[in-house]
């Protein structure tokens, strides 16, 4: 399963959501619902780039992956 703590990230890095998607050109909307994992059953591999490029970190930063329990 994969986890995303783009909401630490954002805080760490003092830059809101609005911030963000302005810098990224991923909607407020989307960044929300990543930084709240709600409604996430995927996302876009351009979100991701924008992300990343916008933030300047490589995805593991924010996105983790946990085995599936059993």
């Known amino acids: 399963?994969?986890?995303f703590e783009?909401?630490?990230l954002l805080k760490e890095?003092?830059?809101s959501?609005?911030?963000l998607s302005a810098i990224s050109?991923?909607?407020r909307a989307r960044?929300?619902?990543i930084c709240n994992e709600k409604n996430v059953s995927r996302v876009?591999?351009?979100h991701i780039d924008a992300i990343c490029n916008a933030l300047g970190v490589e995805p593991w930063h924010w996105i983790k992956w946990e085995?599936?329990?059993e």
């Open 25 to 27: 050109g991923v909607r």
């Open 6 to 8: 783009l909401g630490r």
């Open 44 to 46: 876009e591999m351009w």
């Open 13 to 15: 890095q003092g830059i």
């Open 1 to 3: 399963m994969f986890r």
């Open 17 to 19: 959501q609005s911030e």
């Open 31 to 33: 960044i929300n619902q």
């Open 67 to 69: 085995p599936d329990e």
